[in-house]
């Protein structure tokens, strides 16, 4: 038996990125997926976001996997939406047991205004509480929720990166502390509650030209290859990022059994990022 059979997940974000590796893989270990995302670009973010034709790939990795998925166009910042969507994907696949809010960006570098840290805030931070907040209704017992967060979340915030930058890092920040206290509300119903901490991941939140401005800000136009030279830098291990399905593996551990008593917990799948910036305090 799949460790996930005759279970349903709801990932956002699922179009492409973290939250379409996130989707194959759990669909992979049995469960049936609601996908959702935007599918559009918002102004305040500075690089392309994804298009339908991504959910529709999202949707067919899915389904060759052998299991039923049902997908939504819906604007995770849009608390209605949301919960018209979620409960439409219930009703379709008959239950929710998973819920993954993964939804995100980070705009970086030139091109960023008010509406940049406004669209970060209402996507990162108020997207996690609306897709959270719609599953609770029809979570079962015994089911686990897993939130997105950040390993430069939790490096401290970031004043000097623009209002992209800095709601960024405040909104994962407050994602942490969300996951902490409604683990205690939901720890009577068997429910776990637990935040990834990712260091860079191989994704077009990444791989675009405010996030190389970033790493590399003694060049005027740096390239990918440009920037690869620092993306180390975050790291204690010799990578320059991480890939999706090493966030996927620790996605779906925390989505099965194996982890019924792993519940309000900060989890960092980040090559030893944060022992190698913040000393030891015990």
């Known amino acids: 038996m799949a460790r996930l059979e005759g279970r349903v997940a709801v990932i956002s974000g699922a179009a492409r990125g973290q939250g379409r590796s996130h989707a194959v893989n759990l669909a992979a270990a049995g469960a049936s997926i609601i996908a959702l995302d935007i599918c559009a670009d918002l102004a305040g973010n500075t690089y392309p976001l994804s298009r339908p034709e991504d959910l529709e790939e999202t949707v067919r990795l899915v389904e060759k996997e052998g299991v039923p998925a049902w997908s939504a166009v819906v604007d995770v910042r849009e608390r209605s939406a949301v919960w018209g969507a979620l409960e439409d994907g219930v009703a379709a696949l008959g239950g929710l047991d998973i819920v993954v809010a993964n939804a995100g960006i980070a705009p970086l570098g030139k091109g960023q205004t008010i509406q940049s840290w406004s669209d970060t805030i209402d996507t990162d931070l108020v997207g996690v509480f609306n897709v959270v907040q719609a599953s609770l209704p029809h979570l079962s017992d015994g089911g686990s929720v ?15 990166q623009g209002p992209g930058g800095s709601a960024y890092s405040f ?38 030209e405010g996030m190389y401005r970033i790493f590399r800000p003694d060049l005027e136009s740096p390239t990918r290859e440009d920037a690869e030279r620092s993306f180390g830098a975050m790291q204690a291990m010799p990578v320059p990022y991480i890939s999706p399905q090493d966030v996927s593996n620790l996605v779906v551990f925390l989505a099965s059994d194996e982890s019924r008593f792993i519940t309000g917990s900060q989890l960092r799948v980040d090559a030893g990022g944060y022992v190698k910036a913040k000393p030891w305090q015990g």
């Open 171 to 208: 909104a994962k920040q407050v994602v942490a502390h969300y996951v902490n206290d409604l683990s205690i509300q939901l720890a009577k119903r068997s429910i776990r509650v637990n935040a990834v901490h990712p260091t860079n991941v191989d994704t077009d939140m990444l791989h675009n």
């Open 146 to 160: 897993i939130a997105t967060g950040s390993l430069a979340a939790q490096l401290g915030s970031s004043t000097k």
